[in-house]
């Protein structure tokens, strides 16, 4: 694949996570019964920038918990999951605002997937989506709360974000797929 062009850098990402986290704290009047479930992998990196925003804002620390959705995809040949199989995560969600967070929002094959993750943790009170990037696509009914920002782009190209935690390099690119 090649390179078409950057859409964002490090420092539009850092604005980007700011905004968000002022939009989390407006719209819930603060962080309070709020966790934030970074979905793996670049998602858990995400949420874990927001709540850093937040403390740095509110002074508040807000619970960050990992989700493998793996098991939950509908579009991989691995078959149901077993009770057995179901991880458990280190924070309680039951009756709480769960804010799934992720680096790009495309067909919400995977969104739904945390979904039925988060679900089997518990019952939150209310599930809330945070995206760095939405591209359009949607296969399913599913719409993000928070967005970094909306990409308009084609099937034929992919988008790339990539983490200073995990790529060493902040940014996001658009890249062509070949013909």
Do not use: W
Request: aromatic share 2%; glycine share 6%.
């Amino acid at each position: 694949m090649e390179i078409k062009h950057e859409i964002m850098d490090e420092v539009s990402i850092r604005r980007a996570l700011t905004r968000i986290a002022h939009e989390i704290l407006e719209r819930n009047k603060g962080v309070d019964d709020c966790t934030f479930i970074g979905i793996r992998t670049r998602g858990i990196y995400l949420a874990r920038r927001i709540a850093e925003r937040i403390q740095e804002i509110e002074g508040v620390t807000v619970p960050v918990a990992e989700l493998d959705v793996t098991r939950y995809r509908d579009d991989l040949n691995e078959g149901k999951r077993s009770v057995q199989e179901i991880v458990q995560m280190p924070i309680d969600v039951h009756n709480k605002i769960a804010i799934l967070c992720d680096d790009v929002l495309y067909t919400g094959r995977t969104v739904r997937a945390a979904m039925d993750a988060l679900i089997d943790h518990g019952r939150p009170r209310m599930i809330q989506l945070a995206v760095l990037v939405d591209r359009g696509h949607r296969e399913l009914p599913i719409r993000a709360d928070y967005v970094g920002k909306n990409v308009p782009s084609s099937k034929q190209e992919q988008i790339v974000v990539q983490l200073k935690e995990k790529d060493g390099i902040d940014q996001v690119v658009i890249k062509q797929r070949g013909r």
